[in-house]
């Protein structure tokens, strides 16, 4: 756990890529954050036809260059930490991999058949948006309040499940294919539309028996929503609670990433990581 | 009540078919589930007009190998089980029977109009799924909050459905037949559809009187969905409360199933049987 | 405050219309229960075409014999209470008048155009089944708790009105009459129909911002529904407390209504009419 | 801060239009209102083609003098502040102002592509009814409570948009352009209104594929609509907690206004301004 007093360029860059807490972290993150953005909103432009037809050139320049800022970024990352190996495998490792590569394999496999499928994996570079919950401190509240009820919530949402095969398989013997019900699967798709209060309509039943099926089922459906209701609430509830005591570091809200293994959500006084015992904070030790 | 101390093989096969909690028992419970999602994906499969075609024959022959399996597991809860029945009648025991018998009786009633009534049997095998909720403990916990606020989520449900039979009524009179109202229970049909937030949108007012009426029932339905929720979110409160206060047995989260009666929801440390006094670990015992 | 000792068929009537702890009261309350219900579902298939024209005869018959005893009824409870005036006046004693006069009226006002009418205020007789809450005990704890929250739910209401304004006049202006805004009064209403998530599909947005400010009313809907529940909830959890802590009696679920002034909702242990003094027990006073 | 002993015209005309605590503040306030509504409904009249042919000239005249009307209370607000900048630059103060200039705008600026412009401006008079929010004492718990939970339903609603993203662009490579998915934003859109549980249904997937990806969407829209829910639920809790612990005077519910500083929110028992610390009741002041 010997600290490296002297700050080295990769020192430097990590604060600078993996922290927020200096100021040139800060606007890295808001650059990274803004491209990322940007690059989300080139691949919807380049879905509109029109606009695909008429500004072709300028949006196949701008995702050549935010590709390249990735691909330097992706690189600056696996350089500057100490384990570059537990950064590739992780989630976001693999999200900025395959948010990078789609641009390059396009190039190589040529096709227009092989072309669509690669657009599927460029499209996987709106992942990259999920990195700014990162940055966002609220976000890790509503995260622990769902962990802590997803049992409860997979359970309720199975019940929901089981209450559309049955009441989708009735439907489906009742209204017959004239209104739509053309098969169970899709009677069963019609049941979730109605349970959840979404109602398309593009299927509909006419017969009455079928209506009094569907009022009963949208009723249930209103009656039901309150159970997952109830528990988020009760559960969030208990987290507030939790909160309150312990105070304010229960949930984290420091960006501090440890320079060894990477892993995040450290204590807002923690001086060693907790996974690896790497020392977070190397200058400002007073042991050394 | 002695206890027999020699395992016999119906005790044996009473711990797998009943309990999840040797490793037999758990593979025989997982086997069984992948089964019966199995028989309710064929059944969905053959709903489907052109995959009934093409592989009638392959379809065929697996409802024939899951029922066959579905029919040696119904014999043998019988012979495990003292006294059977208390099994045949239950609530399972019926679903059980009723999921097993379509196939054999599509064979006996030949006639193309009897085989669309057994087909509607043969689909209430879906209701085998629900034996899913057994197994997972957190269902409990929902089930008796549930219970809890049935009362009142049932006098909420008719107060919805006062609402609806006088507003549609109302809009029978306002809209006329022109814009779908065709009859009051049609009406009513929409009222439930659009109190319920559902909103299909195949039957909907046109007249400016309609629309307005039928505003106001959105935002009455948009106010008074909060009423359930409310009730579940207390209920829910106080269960978790009453949960920490008694301990975790408060809600029952074992698998255990009395040799005897086949009775659940035994207590974690329970040792005889709740309902008839069998003794639940006869060779565990230590007076014998 | 004399007592009558000697019970007077009046006063026995008295017990079994107005109140429902004595078999006989029960009885009635179930038969009236029965017939209101009846006549509803009767209105309703009078409305059905087919319906009318094959049984209108039937129909027609059955309407009468209800509003025969729905006219005794009446007549009865005017008899036995004390003040009838009291009686003749309150909420239920209009709705009563009201669903058992529409027939009659239908008689001497002839005229195609003057029966249409008419119907109008026969179909009121739906109001009849408001009865049903008055004996069903649950239902006041949910009253109370909506009249609690009456002022919070009143003024969100009033929030979701204003942004509907605000937000379909934008539309009309946006969308123009091409996707059907025709005029500010329907994006008003196609603005609630999309606030209250129920939407229809009648109206929908085709232009690109349209779309955009459409998806912002919708995630603000989503997020605002919040509000009203959170109120219930909180008010909801309030009541029972409070019920926890005065005990059973603080919400009134007996059947008890005054001899005299004809006031529901006394006290299980009220002696006297907490409104007029009347003796609620005459005979059963330990004083005469 | 010497206050004037005697009530000058400009003293009591602030008390009448900037305070409700008289009986003439209160009548101001009343006539004020309905002219707002009225104002709203004129312009919703208007928009309906059939009203404005016919009533053209009743419904310029009546809005001619609802604006005059404006135009006097606009000046006279500027008047009897102290502090005039305060108040036009307020929000309340560009809101006065834009819902009176338009119809002034319109008489100078002619021409029919100009005209429209400044419809769009006229209808910006409907902010006006905004207004009565300051008048309801309970708004002010709602709007405490919303701005509590800012940040977390600010982060919800940033996920909700995430999912809505992918899932959109999902949708547009899985159902292509045959079912109405057009490109990536129209894709999102319809992502939007299938999530936030509104399903207006002239997008709706067709392929199995799509069916079962819209099934799973609807599913989890359904169960995250508990979040904000529980998020809300927990912060009024706490907002109810608090204001029986800080007393009534914890949310402000009078409708004191500095005559200085044109603030508001003063606690019911303040004696000066907490803002520029002017004297709020000059005679009634025991020091002078």
Chains 1, 2, 3, 4 share one sequence.
Request: charged share 20%.
């Amino acid at each position: 756990m010997k600290p490296s007093n002297k700050k080295s360029w990769r020192y430097k860059l990590h604060e600078i890529i993996y922290e927020a807490d200096t100021p040139m972290g800060k606007l890295f993150d808001v650059v990274l954050l803004f491209l990322i953005l940007l690059s989300v909103v080139l691949v919807m432009l380049e879905s509109i036809k029109g606009v695909d037809v008429k500004y072709h050139y300028f949006l196949n320049i701008s995702e050549w260059i935010i590709t390249i800022f990735f691909t330097i970024e992706y690189i600056a990352r696996i350089i500057t930490v100490k384990k570059p190996r537990a950064y590739i495998f992780s989630f976001y490792g693999i999200i900025d991999f395959l948010s990078t590569i789609p641009l390059y394999l396009s190039m190589i496999l040529v096709g227009s058949h092989y072309l669509l499928a690669v657009r599927a994996l460029r499209l996987l570079r709106v992942f990259r948006i999920l990195k700014i919950t990162r940055y966002v401190g609220e976000s890790n509240k509503l995260v622990k309040a769902l962990k802590d009820s997803r049992a409860k919530i997979l359970v309720f949402l199975f019940a929901v499940l089981i209450i559309s095969i049955i009441a989708g398989t009735l439907m489906y013997l009742i209204e017959g294919e004239a209104s739509g019900f053309v098969s169970i699967p899709v009677s069963v798709y019609w049941c979730i539309v109605t349970l959840t209060t979404v109602g398309f309509g593009d299927i509909a039943p006419i017969t009455p028996l079928g209506q009094f099926l569907a009022a009963l089922i949208m009723i249930m459906g209103y009656g039901i929503i309150a159970v997952p209701t109830g528990i988020v609430s009760a559960e969030y509830t208990k987290t507030l609670g939790k909160q309150d005591v312990l105070g304010k570091d229960y949930v984290h809200v420091n960006t501090q990433a440890c320079r060894n293994c990477g892993s995040p959500k450290h204590r807002d006084d923690a001086n060693f990581c907790h996974k690896c015992g790497e020392d977070l904070h190397p200058d400002e030790n007073p042991l050394v």
